[in-house]
């Protein structure tokens, strides 16, 4: 060990919404396991928008070669998760109820970098609705969907 002590994280839930998705985005140390696992990440947030882009990959494909849609699911449901919660007050979080998506065309490892772009639609003080839509690098629609989230107002601390 060097004898320096680790750099102190902030707690997310100490922050606005809009503050902690800015964090996931300024700190690596912030950023969800599931981000790595299936090759994503937080690039853009803004109130009531969130941005993530990824590449698919060999590891994701279903027997028939396409890239499963539980990839496109998973970006569809995180940009629009996300998106609500930037409209956040601090000490609240979010969980998903429900997302739907849409399979516009499929999608292959060959696809390249796609961009799922989120933006809440409603904001109540229990439920949020959001829409997302999920495009290859040259715009041209891959899947679309909605989800609903319900605010939280967590007792104790989360855990990370």
Not at 86 to 100: C, F, H, I, R, W
């Amino acid at each position: 060990m060097s004898g320096e002590e680790p750099k102190k994280r902030r707690d997310l839930t100490q922050m606005s919404g809009l503050e902690a998705m800015r964090s996931v985005i300024d700190n690596p140390g912030h950023k969800a396991s599931i981000a790595s696992t299936m090759n994503f990440r937080l690039v853009e947030v803004d109130e009531g928008r969130a941005v993530f882009e990824g590449e698919p990959f060999d590891g994701i494909r279903n027997p028939f070669g396409m890239i499963h849609g539980g990839w496109a699911l998973t970006l569809i449901d995180s940009c629009c998760g996300c998106a609500g919660h930037t409209t956040l007050e601090a000490g609240l979080a979010y969980s998903s109820l429900e997302t739907k998506v849409n399979f516009v065309r499929p999608i292959f490892t060959g696809t390249g970098k796609v961009r799922a772009e989120g933006r809440v639609v409603a904001r109540g003080k229990t439920i949020i609705t959001a829409e997302g839509r999920l495009t290859d690098s040259n715009g041209k629609l891959l899947a679309h969907g909605t989800s609903t989230l319900m605010v939280l107002k967590p007792e104790g601390k989360m855990k990370q």
